[in-house]
């Protein structure tokens, strides 16, 4: 199984906004449940997005609904993050992750999820 590489992070201000990257050789990548989870130091691994196929079929986080926006690229084997807004609590390491083909939901539970990326860093100073 190919590996997920995610790209976008970095240092920023509040206000701003940042686009996430997940991208992967596999080919079944399209058809797959996809999520963003984010860590912060000291807090456990918390939902963020995720998509099942289209962004019609979307499911956001409480703390990040109406700034955030998952997408996918079929092309480019590519599912995205857009942060808008972005606040210091969303600061934290990002992390993209393949759950199972043809999942009837999107699940906010780590657990579901077989394939993980190494994470990139969002810092987002007040």
């Known amino acids: 199984q190919a590996q997920l590489v995610e790209s976008g992070g970095g240092l920023v201000q509040a206000g701003d906004s940042l686009r996430l990257s997940c991208t992967t050789s596999?080919?079944?990548?399209?058809?797959?449940?996809v999520g963003w989870f984010r860590q912060a130091p000291g807090k456990e691994r918390e939902f963020v997005a995720g998509?099942?196929?289209?962004?019609?079929?979307?499911k956001y986080a409480e703390a990040v609904k109406g700034r955030f926006t998952i997408s996918r690229d079929f092309a480019k084997n590519t599912v995205y993050l857009e942060m808008n807004s972005l606040k210091p609590e969303d600061t934290g390491v990002y992390y993209c992750?393949?759950?199972?083909?043809?999942?009837?939901?999107?699940?906010?539970?780590?657990?579901?999820?077989?394939?993980w990326g190494q994470g990139t860093q969002v810092t987002v100073s007040s």
């Open positions: 992750a393949a759950g199972p083909q043809g999942a009837p939901e999107i699940s906010p539970y780590s657990g579901r999820y077989n394939y």
């Open positions: 998509i099942i196929y289209t962004a019609a079929n979307a």
């Open positions: 596999a080919r079944s990548f399209n058809e797959r449940l």
